[in-house]
């Protein structure tokens, strides 16, 4: 059998980056400070360069950066705050850890975010239970930007804050605006495997909102004032390291150029699906004016199971991002959802499966993924 291909290639990233990389490390060692070095705010400036949001405020993960636009809002017990069903669970963590209560909205089934609808439905049953409707957080699962013209009204017209979780989705745009400027406040992740990953653990929070941004650089640091021994707020030990800043202004030199890679590999998926096996695959949607990140490639089929169990066979890994939508985890099945449920959360649960996806996969390889998934599904019809 050939070898087994990875689902994500960062060794070719980093042979890339090769001496910059080391260069910028050794920096940060011969420098000696390690929290709060003068790198962690060359990186915010940079990322909000990027993006055009007007504040970046770093932290040490995705999920404390949809904590504190939260706790810098004031949400707490009693407050609902709406979050899609299906995601990755630190979406309706950061409410719940505040005490919140997150009430699970479905997604639309082509684009896998936040159905409007749904949130509607939903707004009213959390007010019928006695909540008080705080905050919406739309996802941009898999790198695709939430429909954010229609949410951002909507949230508007329902007095609803909106944090959005572009954890997935950093490097998507709708049109000319970049994921991070969308709502009052953007949470990323740095994350390994994330588009713009790191080497450890790291986030943002990006915002437009100057009040909002002095509060969060607070929080983030023991809810700090004038000085760090100076504590006007309760905040959380929740920085960016200096390491992985510098590694982070690396990364997003070429982070451009990947994202461009990404989605001509993308396009090639979805041109070969489309052509070699239409009937048993459905290929991911990207709507008119929209780029995604591309942080996962993910198809719908019916008969997953075999078809996952085909490829490992053949060496292509496959993976299922998510087997359980948050309504129906354990931890959180007590929380309220949506009046209709969400049972297109649930289908897609049952039906997606992502394919190897990287800026370094190379045409080869891809062919291979492509010939070894087309066979696959065609045996399971
Ligand atoms: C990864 C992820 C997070 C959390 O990021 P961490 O840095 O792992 O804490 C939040 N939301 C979504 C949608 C994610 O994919």
């Known amino acids: 059998m050939t070898q087994p291909l990875p689902f994500i290639d960062l060794a070719a990233q980093q042979a890339r980056l090769g001496d910059r990389l080391r260069l910028a490390i050794d920096t940060v060692l011969r420098e000696g400070t390690y929290i709060m070095g003068r790198q962690v705010a060359d990186f915010e400036r940079e990322l909000a360069e990027f993006c055009g949001a007007r504040h970046v405020i770093s932290c040490a993960n995705g999920t404390d950066a949809l904590m504190l636009p939260l706790m810098a809002w004031g949400i707490g017990p009693g407050d609902a705050v709406f979050v899609p069903s299906f995601t990755f669970i630190a979406s309706a963590e950061a409410p719940a850890l505040l005490g919140a209560t997150p009430v699970f909205v479905d ?13 509607h439905g939903a707004v009213a049953h959390a007010r019928s239970l006695g909540l008080r409707p705080r905050a919406v957080i739309p996802v941009d699962l898999f790198g695709l930007p ?18 959005a979780d572009a954890a997935q989705g950093f490097g998507g745009a709708i049109n000319d605006c970049r994921a991070g400027t969308f709502g009052q406040a953007t949470a990323t992740s740095f994350f390994p495997a994330k588009p713009l990953g790191c080497y450890g653990d790291g986030g943002a929070v990006l915002t437009d909102d100057d009040q909002l941004a002095t509060r969060l650089r607070s929080l983030r640091f023991h809810g700090k004032g004038q000085d760090k021994y100076d504590n006007v707020a309760i905040g959380l030990n929740s920085r960016l390291d200096t390491l992985q800043a510098a590694i982070l202004s690396e990364k997003l030199a070429i982070f451009t150029d990947e994202l ?27 709507p008119a004016g929209y780029q995604s990140a591309w942080a996962q490639y993910t198809l719908r089929v019916a008969q997953r199971d075999q078809m996952m169990a085909a490829c490992k ?24 959802q949506a009046p209709l449920g969400c049972p297109v959360s649930e289908q897609l ?32 019809i």
């Open 349 to 380: 649960a049952a039906e997606v499966v992502s394919l190897p996806m990287h800026p370094y996969l190379g045409e080869q390889d891809q062919s291979r993924i492509i010939d070894v998934v087309c066979s696959a599904v065609e045996k399971t």
């Open 313 to 336: 066979e053949q060496g292509v890994p496959t993976m299922v991002y998510y087997p359980i939508p948050l309504h129906r985890q354990s931890g959180y099945a007590h929380y309220p």
């Open 260 to 286: 461009a890679a990404r989605d001509r590999i993308a396009a090639r998926y979805t041109a070969a699906f489309q052509d070699r096996c239409p009937n048993s695959i459905i290929t991911p949607t990207v």
């Open 107 to 119: 997604v639309q089934p082509e684009t896998f975010d936040m159905d409007p609808a749904s949130l």
């Open 146 to 163: 939430s429909d954010y013209d229609t949410l951002l009204p909507l949230a508007e017209d329902l007095g609803l804050l909106v944090l």
